[in-house]
């Protein structure tokens, strides 16, 4: 497999507040990572950056081998990179159709875009029942699949989740798993980020555990989930007790 | 039955101004979240294009004002604005003053500050019948003019691409930049808007009053700023509503009140502002995602 997206050595800084540290971590096309990890960790910040929201103090990162930090937003869209921020952010006050054909804003294929949108309509009739109702309306599951729609119909190489799963019921949080793990067999790359270990680790083919902004263990997920320095890892024990 | 088909005419019309200024300042708002006072000199300058052009057919010399308008907004965002995207809101308001103050300086530095007589559209001086009652042409044509504006640019908003992009930026600009929308564009596209209807407003406002002085576009600023603030900052359909609704009692206040009172009547007017903010600080159409700017 080849390199989508290289990070190394990323250091992002709030004033004195040092959220990463000297983070590096590697997405391959075709998988599906997750980056998993206490809240405050820093795994929002690390989306935050590849999509160009925060500027990096220091450390590369490099999308299929081209730079990207520091670029405005919409370019790095334009470059592939989708990202379905923490808390859905639908626009509660446009339409569930209008979100969907701003999903598509770069795209210039037009009929093409309107038979995705059916396309995602079929997927989730909850959508098609109320496409001309205002998202806000929404339900969360609901939101969470608007959103993640909306992302895909940018046609990006790379789909970064953040927090999918935050806040919804159990039998709401496996549809959206198993949407993305269809998203994944149409080709397209995962990025998620997840407090929720136990379920991303059953999705992911490989995890980085994040902890204080630096990555404290990685690895293919299966074999993660056994090992006994993961719990470690995840709630900073190997910090205080000088295990790592 | 005269007076109320007058005062309905000339509460329209009045309303009409008030709502495409107001309009004008809400784009800016919702977008940037920027209070742009000097929109004020965008219809002070699109008026003097006029005076210039005075002679000119009307429509070369309306053409002429709308360049100029659009061209002086998209250099004050250019030049003014932009450096200033990510700073404070209170900032870009002072930043905005100054502008207004440059350019209103700058008029009186190279054009005096003594009113110029302009009649830019001679023709709608005349009055007209509605039954019995004489109405003057020139506000039915405001009236008009405001309703086929502020139409198109509902289609705008709703009903093209751009227009999309331009109501989910005034809804969250960080989450439309997200999904692809260019800032830059968006933002440059509201300035060009705000100074066409700033030119409008310039032409319809310069023909009632029949003078242009530096200063000429700041009271209409301030009384649209006004509705802006009943309407909702950000909401645009609370600026339209917000600009029609001073209109409207300003004509009745100016048609009600006792003769010695009237020359108090914004006095009159501010205070029902403030009532109605005590009731609704938000505003009658609170806008959605204000916290988010760009």
């Known amino acids: 497999m080849t390199a989508l997206l290289a990070i190394e050595g990323l250091a992002v800084s709030y004033g004195r507040i040092s959220a990463l540290r000297g983070v590096s971590l590697q997405v391959d096309s075709g ?125 990006p190489a790379l789909l970064m989740l953040d927090e999918p799963s935050l806040g919804l019921a159990p039998r709401i949080t496996d549809q959206v798993y198993d949407l993305i793990e269809s998203v994944r067999a149409r080709g397209v790359t995962v990025l998620l980020v997840e407090q929720n270990a136990d379920r991303a680790l059953r999705s992911a083919d490989r995890t980085y555990v994040l902890n204080t902004g630096a990555v404290r263990l990685s690895g293919a997920s299966g074999d993660l989930r056994g090992r006994p320095d993961f719990e470690a890892a995840y709630f900073g024990l190997d910090l205080v007790g000088g295990q790592a | 039955m005269n007076a109320a088909i007058q005062i309905a005419v000339d509460a329209m019309s009045l309303g009409g101004l008030y709502a495409l200024t107001a309009l004008g300042i809400g784009l800016i708002f919702s977008v940037m979240r920027l209070a742009n006072f000097a929109h004020a000199e965008l219809v002070t300058c699109a008026a003097y294009a006029l005076f210039a052009l005075s002679g000119q057919p009307l429509v070369m010399a309306f053409s002429g004002a709308i360049v100029v308008a659009v061209a002086l907004a998209v250099v004050t965002e250019r030049i003014a604005f932009r450096p200033l995207r990510r700073a404070d809101p209170t900032t870009m308001m002072i930043a905005s003053f100054t502008v207004s103050m440059l350019i209103q300086k700058l008029l009186v530095f190279t054009l ?22 004489q109405v003057s042409l020139l506000k039915l044509v405001t009236i008009a003019v405001c309703a ?48 066409g209807l700033a030119a409008v407003v310039a032409l319809l406002f310069a023909a009632q009053s029949g003078f242009v002085q530096p200063r000429l576009g700041v009271p209409l600023m301030i009384t649209a700023f ?33 003769p010695d009172l009237r020359p108090f009547r914004e006095a009159f007017l501010f205070a029902l502002v403030i009532l109605a903010l005590l009731v609704r600080p938000n505003g009658l159409f609170p806008a959605r995602g204000l916290k988010e700017r760009i």
Not at chain 1, 116 to 132: K, S
């Open chain 1, 31 to 155: 998988e599906i990572v997750a980056i998993v990890g206490p809240n405050g960790a820093g795994k929002s910040t690390l989306l935050s950056c590849i999509a160009g929201l925060v500027r990096p103090a220091a450390g590369v990162i490099r999308f299929r081998g081209d730079a990207i930090a520091g670029q405005p937003l919409e370019r790095t869209v334009r470059r592939g990179i989708a990202l379905v921020p923490e808390g859905r952010h639908v626009f509660a006050g446009l339409t569930v159709l209008e979100n969907l054909r701003l999903g598509a804003t770069i795209r210039t294929d037009r009929a093409r875009v309107a038979s995705e949108i059916d396309a995602y309509m079929d997927l989730f009739p909850i959508l098609a029942d109320r496409r001309h109702a205002p998202a806000g309306t929404l339900s969360g599951g609901e939101q969470q699949m608007l959103v993640i729609a909306r992302g895909l119909l940018s046609n």
């Open chain 2, 112 to 133: 005096g500050s003594r009113p110029k007589s302009l009649d830019p559209v001679p023709m709608l001086s005349q009055a007209v019948s509605i039954g019995p009652t």
């Open chain 2, 148 to 195: 086929v504006l502020l139409l198109a640019l509902t289609l705008f908003l709703k009903r093209t691409s751009f227009g999309l992009q331009m109501r989910a930026a005034a809804e969250n600009f960080t989450m439309a930049q997200l999904t692809g929308v260019r800032a830059n564009a968006v933002i440059v596209v509201a300035f060009a808007l705000s100074g």
């Open chain 2, 226 to 258: 006004v509705a802006t603030v009943i309407g909702g900052m950000g909401s645009l359909p609370g600026a339209v509503i917000g600009g029609l609704l001073v209109g409207v009692v300003t004509t009745l206040l100016q048609a009600y009140l006792p």
